[in-house]
């Protein structure tokens, strides 16, 4: 009985870094995973997955994904999951029961306002399997919660989804996160 796993982590937990291994240790066995991300995400050019300690592997996108070649592949994995929709989750869902075809999907629990994304919520709601990957703030706590930077300060409002700009994001434990502190520009560091 395959499961539909879901493995989530704040911003710069080796998400994409753990996906492409999990493929590769596939291809070593002489099995096929199929790589996926949804089409939201542009930022690695098209088609690609890539993580920030430089590995990348080509992909293709969830909306590309044919159900009736599923069953050629021995598991799929999906990269930035949370920009999945309530409908792509469903249909994972199905591809691990009908089709018994495991399927390990990576990504964020929630935004940088501390929403559920989306995917997120619904891979919570249907995975049989959730894991955490593991990454602490700069206190060395555990970095639950992504702030989203735009000149180098935490910022608290703006769009969900803003891919392209200026913004960035760190990790951050629940408290620095809830008080914008990245431990830089010499905010304290209590
Ligand atoms: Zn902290």
Redesign the pocket.
Known sequence: MAKLYYRYGAMGSSKSANAIMVQYNYQERGQKALMVKPRIDTRDGARIVASRSGLSTECIYMEELDMEKVPEYDCIIVDEAQFLSREQVEMLARIADDLNVPVICYGLRTDFQGNLFEGSQWLLARADSIEEIKTV?????K?TCNARLQNGRVIKSGEQILLGGNESYVA??????REG?T?RDGQTQS
């Open positions: 703030c700069w206190c060395g706590k970095a951050l434990c629940r408290r620095h996160w502190n431990g």
